[in-house]
């Protein structure tokens, strides 16, 4: 599969296990979020999106907390899966209605 | 499968030369959005545009130039290429101006 990146931070977990993946952002006037997976050799994949108004969103297995005071983003999944295994990026727009700006990303494994 | 459609798939070249990558958005988006993603830079934004008009650049070099034609594909010109220009180059679609973006399976970019 293709690399997305040397250093990227990585997460490895036990299948079954919750996983959290979290996210520093750094522009207050960011007022919407999302996080994308991307599993190698494919292009990112929405799986969540959150709106400043908003502290928690929950999806089918995943929740995404987000916490303005500090500006942390975190994705958590439940009963992590080997078809988990991906690289998870959060995204945001910076105060533009246009341009969305992607983190680094976290690589997670997931051991069965 | 994201609906969004990228040619070609892989593209090598050599240092100097021009290619054209090509997106077909997803039926009815009206916004293509263009990523470069390398080893070490993540995904960058490039270029947006919405219903045949630009509305937002990113870190897209002068060499690289875009489009989006009546029809709504879009494509992606990179000229004089250099080797730092061999990454992966998504492009993405969305109904409106921001919000969730589908992504394409990218181009692979080699130069020599």
């Known amino acids: 599969g293709e690399s997305v990146g040397l250093h990227l931070p990585t997460l490895s977990v036990q299948e079954g296990d919750n996983s959290i993946i979290n996210c520093a952002y750094s522009?207050?006037?960011?007022?919407?979020f999302i996080w994308y997976k991307q599993e190698s050799g494919k292009g990112p994949q929405f799986i969540i999106d959150?709106?400043?108004?908003?502290d928690k969103r929950q999806g089918q297995r995943v929740t995404v907390l987000l916490n303005k005071t500090v500006k942390h983003l975190s994705l958590q999944i439940a009963a992590t899966q080997p078809g988990d295994s991906a690289v998870y990026f959060c995204?945001?727009?910076?105060?533009?209605?246009?341009?969305?700006?992607f983190g680094k990303g976290t690589l997670l494994t997931v051991n069965p | 499968d994201s609906g969004v459609t990228q040619t070609p798939k892989h593209l090598i070249t050599a240092t100097g030369q021009r290619v054209t990558l090509r997106c077909s958005p997803r039926?009815?988006?009206?916004?293509v959005y263009w990523y470069q993603q390398s080893l070490d830079q993540g995904l960058q934004f490039l270029i947006q545009?919405?219903?045949?008009?630009?509305?937002a650049k990113g870190n897209i070099l002068e060499r690289f130039s875009a489009q989006q034609f009546p029809d709504l594909h879009s494509e992606l010109n990179l000229s004089s290429l250099e080797l730092g220009d061999s990454a992966l180059y998504f492009c993405a679609s969305s109904v409106f101006q921001t919000g969730e973006l589908f992504f394409g399976e990218g181009s692979r970019l080699t130069v020599l």
């Open positions: 039926s009815g988006d009206l916004s």
């Open positions: 959150i709106r400043s108004n908003m």
């Open positions: 995204a945001e727009t910076g105060g533009s209605n246009y341009k969305l700006t």
């Open positions: 522009n207050s006037a960011s007022d919407y």
């Open positions: 545009y919405y219903n045949g008009e630009e509305r």
